[in-house]
């Protein structure tokens, strides 16, 4: 039982961020939407809402362990996907500082760090599932 409670509490821990992302994205659209307008993707509003739903019930899903291999491997791709196109390469703001610029090219490459760990943690979630607390565990019993 043990170990399930520390699935249970990862399961949260990962969840959290998403669903928390998502909602910001539908708190405020336009700053997401300029982000993705900045990678070069296309129709960056729309983008936002798509991003802002799945996040928030990819997050859910982990949360509350429903369909939770699935949500884990679509999470894992995501984080991948936005560490590759958001937080992949220097940083240069016209008219900041050179050291300013640095400074956030290396937190720019942390997130990046940062997302391939979360989804290295949604991998394991997706190979060993969400343990007996969950509505995976009860729908197959």
């Known amino acids: 039982m043990a170990n399930n409670v520390i699935i249970l509490i990862a399961r949260a821990l990962l969840a959290f961020m998403f669903i928390m992302s998502g909602i910001g ?36 899903a982990i949360l509350t362990g429903f369909y939770t291999r699935i949500a ?37 490459q942390l997130l990046m760090f940062k997302n391939f760990a979360i989804a290295g943690g949604f991998l394991v979630l997706a190979v060993y599932g969400p343990g007996t607390l969950s509505i995976d565990a009860r729908r197959k019993a």
């Open 72 to 108: 884990a491997y679509a999470l894992a791709a995501f984080c991948v996907f936005t560490a590759l196109v958001f937080h992949n390469g220097a940083i240069a703001i016209p008219g900041f500082p050179d050291a300013a610029n640095g400074l956030l090219t290396v937190f720019n």
């Open 25 to 60: 994205k539908f708190a405020d659209p336009a700053s997401t939407a300029g982000m993705i307008e900045q990678a070069g993707l296309p129709a960056a509003t729309a983008l936002n809402y798509l991003a802002a739903i799945f996040e928030t019930l990819a997050g859910l």
